[in-house]
């Protein structure tokens, strides 16, 4: 792309995205569980970044609504307002726990059977790391990139509404 918008071969360099060394020792899946309060069944970490914005309650509400009962971890960065609107659901949901901002990221990909998230370059970049299937619900103007490559290189899934982001997981669930 850089060379069809006249960049000099010269100027472009291929490094590595910076992945922080905390990833490459995660706790355990069942360690994760267990203390979270959550069972071992299929679990989804949902997550739109360190703002998180979006419709990410209205994602993990429908989730929440589904027969298959998965278990719901939402990161909702620093978005105090959404976090205490879903720490409230928490009490009526056992399969929902919901955080703020947090620094251990590695853990909640580590128990995840699938993650969701908006296509910023870390949440694309650390699920592939941890080899964790992804559905993209949200991409805006420079992560469209990501998304397409994701979806092109059949490392997840694209769901641009929340009728269709509820049929993938659960196809993903039953498949």
Not at 51 to 66: C, F, I, N
Not at 78 to 89: D, I, Q
Not at 91 to 112: I, K, T, W
Request: glycine residues 8%.
């Amino acid at each position: 792309d850089m060379l069809e918008r006249g960049v000099k071969k010269d100027r472009l360099f291929l490094v590595d995205f910076p992945i922080d060394g905390k990833f490459a020792s995660p706790r355990s899946r069942n360690e994760t569980l267990k203390e979270l309060g959550l069972q071992d069944r299929f679990t989804l970490l949902l997550t739109q970044g360190g703002e998180g914005v979006g419709k990410v309650e209205e994602y993990a509400t429908a989730l929440l609504g589904m027969k298959e009962k998965p278990n719901v971890i939402v990161i909702c960065g620093k978005n105090a307002v959404l976090y205490r609107r879903l720490k409230r659901l928490e009490e009526r949901h056992p399969n929902l726990r919901a955080f703020g901002f947090v620094s251990n990221m590695q853990d909640f990909y580590e128990c995840a059977d699938l993650a969701a998230g908006k296509a910023g370059f870390n949440f694309i970049f650390e699920s592939i790391y941890m080899q964790l299937p992804v559905i993209v619900n949200n991409a805006i103007a420079n992560e469209r990139i990501a998304a397409r490559f994701i979806v092109s290189n059949g490392m997840g899934w694209r769901a641009k509404s929340t009728k269709e982001f509820t049929a993938t997981v659960k196809n993903i669930m039953n498949d």
